[in-house]
């Protein structure tokens, strides 16, 4: 069997899968409205995606975060909208075309200054109930989350748990305020929404609601993680962020650096030292951290780097998403030198990928990537749990008795896998000595050719040979025998599983994943899957086609037809089937 897992097709007719959109101004609570209601309906019992697009500004612009739940697993946005929030104007002319067939707009016509007299629209006089009932405007989000609430007809003890704990620093006359505030706000959308008409199943038990910077942070603290170093920039930052909050429970040490040249610098000092290190950042900070990267495959210091791409060149679209630096990724740092890149589809996946990143950086002594994106950053899904007893944890460095006991010590020494003994300085009497110059066995720098050619032979081909054995094949879900295939890798797992759940019902399609992304398994059966298929379609969000131009260059398989988006937006379902349809359509 020649794939990383198979996922078998379980998709059962959802008794209810909703849509909701908040939208309006940065600055005007949207995403506080959008978690909220996330968590309410993940510990509810329901399956929660989420996704948001919003501007590189503090305030004004048009901002919007959007929910779908279901009680069936999902994985992507929908384009239909079935309750859109209104806080601006701008949302109104933006999004009303996107409401579904029974869809409902609610609104404040007195925050608006303007009434619509239209039967999909729902006035809720969010900032005077909030005055009224919480004795402060600054309620009216409350308020407008209680409403929605209500006009599910999703009970309202939930959301007071979920706020109870939003707010627990404040005081409990402020947690009552808002917990009336949101009551209000439901009846008065229960009262007054006549023709609201939404099937709510029952609770189930409820989910775990995670985005993929979490799950990231999280499976490197898991993973051992001691030491981590980066500079803000956007969408990475909540990786360090969720760190940082940790890091006092876990003994990690954060580290905001002046800068990403000295934030994998000091990185590398770190792992150098004996503990597990990694940094992260996006497109435009990495490009300063190249240097960093030659080093640590020069001197064999392993390394964990997470990028987060967004729009570029340049600052290019920095809240935006796309996945334009997986070349980058494979060809940046100047000479020969092997690293491994993961990119996750789901927060599940990248999870367990940072768990195999230290786990492969740290065995084989080269940087392992975990590439993302914004849209990715941003989303969130809901699991029941995470399997913590599948975690690897292997302790590959000479310590203490160990390392004290060898009567030699090299710190580059020739090995058939090519992989030297990694020592931690200052455990015992040997002196481990590295060089950013070409070095010998010992370390120290050289200038022959033949110790050169060696060096090369052993730091490149010999464990490149290791770690393709390690490398898991792509994930297949579908058709087990298809006609169709359409393959991606990271973020467009969801979007691509959606599609295929629904072009199925009339058509042997499957979808070939690809979370292990470089270097390609030695397993090839993927491939002759594509090769028997009559059509085969990569999806990416880049311009070029740089997943497929990899498999080219690797294998000499052309994919028959390439879908590209490249505005700064992810697919959505709908989008993708009408450019898929366009192709099959063809056959």
């Known amino acids: ?42 510990r509810s019992g329901y399956h929660v995606f989420t996704h948001q697009d919003y501007e590189s500004r503090v305030r004004g612009g048009h901002n919007f975060y959007q929910i779908r739940f279901s009680d069936t697993p999902i994985t992507a946005s929908r384009t239909k909208i079935d309750i859109i929030v209104v806080l601006d104007k701008e949302s109104i002319a933006l999004h009303e075309g996107e409401l579904s067939e029974k869809g409902m707009i609610i609104y404040d016509s007195a925050s608006l200054k303007e009434k619509y007299e239209r039967p999909n629209f729902l006035d809720v006089p969010f900032a005077g109930i909030a005055l009224d009932v919480g004795g402060d405007r600054i309620m009216a989000n409350t308020v407008a989350t209680g409403a929605v609430l209500g006009m599910l007809g999703i009970n309202i003890d939930i959301f007071n748990e979920v706020m109870k704990k939003t707010l627990s620093k ?74 940082a909050g940790k890091a006092k429970e876990y003994n990690i040490i954060v580290e905001q650096a002046e800068d990403e040249i000295s934030a994998i610098n000091m990185a590398l000092g770190a792992s150098f030292a004996g503990v597990r290190a990694m940094t992260g950042s996006s497109g435009g900070g990495f490009a300063l951290m190249v240097e960093g990267l030659s080093l640590a495959a020069m001197t064999e210091t392993p390394i964990v780097i997470a990028l987060a791409q967004r729009p570029a060149p340049a600052t290019g679209l920095p809240t935006r998403t796309e996945q334009a630096d997986l070349l980058f990724a494979l060809y940046s740092g100047h000479g020969e030198f092997p690293r491994v890149i993961f990119a996750p589809g789901t927060p599940e996946q990248a999870f367990y990928l940072t768990n195999r990143a230290f786990e492969i950086s740290q065995k084989y002594q080269i940087p392992v990537f975990i590439l993302t994106d914004q849209y990715l950053s941003d989303a969130q899904w809901t699991y029941p749990d995470l399997d913590l007893d599948s975690l690897i944890y292997n302790d590959y460095r000479l310590r203490g008795n160990a390392f004290a006991a060898l009567p030699e010590y090299k710190r580059h020494a020739i090995t058939e896998s090519g992989v030297s003994p990694l020592g931690v300085p200052g455990e015992a009497k040997h002196v481990i000595v590295t060089d950013s110059d070409e070095h010998d066995e010992e370390g120290h720098l050289i200038e022959d050719g033949e110790t050169r050619i060696q060096m090369v032979i052993k730091r490149l081909f010999q464990k490149l040979l290791y770690i393709r054995g390690e490398m898991m094949p792509p994930c297949l879900y579908g058709s087990e025998n298809p006609e169709i295939i359409i393959t991606g890798w990271g973020s467009t797992y969801g979007v691509m599983k959606d599609a295929v759940d629904i072009l199925q019902k009339d058509k042997r399609i499957a979808m070939l994943h690809f979370s292990e992304v470089y270097p390609f398994s030695n397993e090839e059966a993927w491939l002759e899957l594509m090769r028997k298929a009559r059509l085969s379609i990569c999806v990416e969000n880049n311009a070029t086609g740089q997943f497929a131009s990899l498999v080219r260059l690797e294998t000499g398989y052309v994919f028959d037809a390439i879908v590209n988006r490249y505005d700064g937006r992810p697919f959505l379902t709908e989008e993708l089937i009408g450019e898929l349809n366009a192709h099959i359509g063809r056959l």
Do not use: H, W
Request: net charge positive; glycine share 10%; hydrophobic share 40%.
């Open 1 to 42: 069997m020649f794939l990383f897992y198979r996922l078998y097709n379980e998709k059962k007719e959802a008794y209810l899968d909703y849509s909701i959109k908040i939208g309006g101004e940065a600055g005007q609570g949207i995403q506080t409205i959008g978690d909220t209601l996330s968590k309410v309906f993940s």
């Open 170 to 243: 404040k005081s409990e006359e402020i947690i009552k305020a808002n917990e009336k505030a949101a009551l209000a706000g439901r009846d008065y959308a229960k009262t007054n929404c006549i023709s609201c008409d939404f099937s709510i199943a029952p609770p189930a038990l409820k989910k775990m609601l995670i985005g993929v910077n979490e799950a990231v942070g999280l499976g490197a603290i898991a993973s051992g993680l001691k030491f981590y170093s980066a500079y803000p920039m956007t969408p990475s930052t909540g990786i360090m962020t969720y760190i």
